[in-house]
């Protein structure tokens, strides 16, 4: 069984942001805070330990007592080499955690108890659990056994493929069904101006 107190939340910010014109668009104002900042209180909310997997050394960054580590490969080559960087921070950084729970950097409004019902899904501890909402599949929002981290390495040195799906096919591998309670789907992320401002509309609404 896996226990919750040995998973890692990981945010996977280590995109370019070309569809929003460059930069860190997990840095852009999401109401009084960043997108970042949204994205992070929801997953301190449901693990105990959190870590930031950006390639940038903005100060916006800077969050007290949250580290950042950056990529193991160079030439951003998407999340796959984020979850991959993830994997090996962890492993020796918290050596005595099983599992990683990621996030996109640009989703702040995923469910607030997905790691919960990820966790309660996973019917072993070596099986890979994807999230997924209206037919899609959300491979960034995942949990992972750590042991799989060697396996991963290999994948992306041998076959170089990039694909995160394709790697979680060649495993266990399970979703999870998150069904729309609101209007809009939870795992909407934000990739262009005009997505910035519905994200800002609806997150502003959600706000006591
Ligand atoms: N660590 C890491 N994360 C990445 C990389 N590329 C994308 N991501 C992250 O993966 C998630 C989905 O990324 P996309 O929106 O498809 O890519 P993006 O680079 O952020 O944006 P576009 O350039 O507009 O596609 C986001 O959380 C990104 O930050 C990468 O090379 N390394």
Redesign the pocket.
């Known amino acids: 069984m896996i226990e919750h107190k040995n998973i890692i939340g990981i945010v ?9 014109g460059g930069g860190d ?2 840095l852009m104002k999401l109401g009084e805070n960043t997108i970042l900042h949204a994205v992070l209180g929801k997953l301190q909310a449901q693990v105990n330990e959190t870590a930031i ?3 940038s050394d903005d100060a916006g960054f800077n969050i007290k007592s949250v580290v950042c580590f950056s ?1 193991t490969l160079a030439g ?4 796959l ?2 979850l991959l ?1 993830s994997m090996l921070w962890v492993r020796k950084n918290h050596p005595s955690a099983t599992h990683i729970v990621t996030v ?3 989703s702040p409004f995923f469910p607030d108890d997905m790691t919960m019902k990820l966790l309660e899904a996973a019917p072993d501890g070596k099986t890979i659990v994807v999230a997924e909402s209206g037919g899609f599949n959300h491979p ?1 929002f995942a949990l992972w056994p750590v042991s799989l981290c060697d396996d991963l390495q290999k994948w992306l040195d041998e076959t170089g493929i990039l694909k995160v799906m394709a790697w979680v096919r060649s495993h266990p591998h399970i979703f999870v069904d998150f069904s729309f309670e609101k209007e809009f789907d939870p795992f909407f ?1 934000i ?1 262009t101006p005009e997505d910035l401002t519905i994200a800002d509309r609806l997150y502003r609404e959600q706000q006591p």
């Not at 951003?76 to 999340?79: I, R």
């Open positions: 996977i910010a280590g995109g370019q942001s070309t569809r929003m668009k997990t997997n950006t390639n990529d951003f080559q998407g999340p080499a984020g960087a996109a950097g640009d960034v992320n990739n």
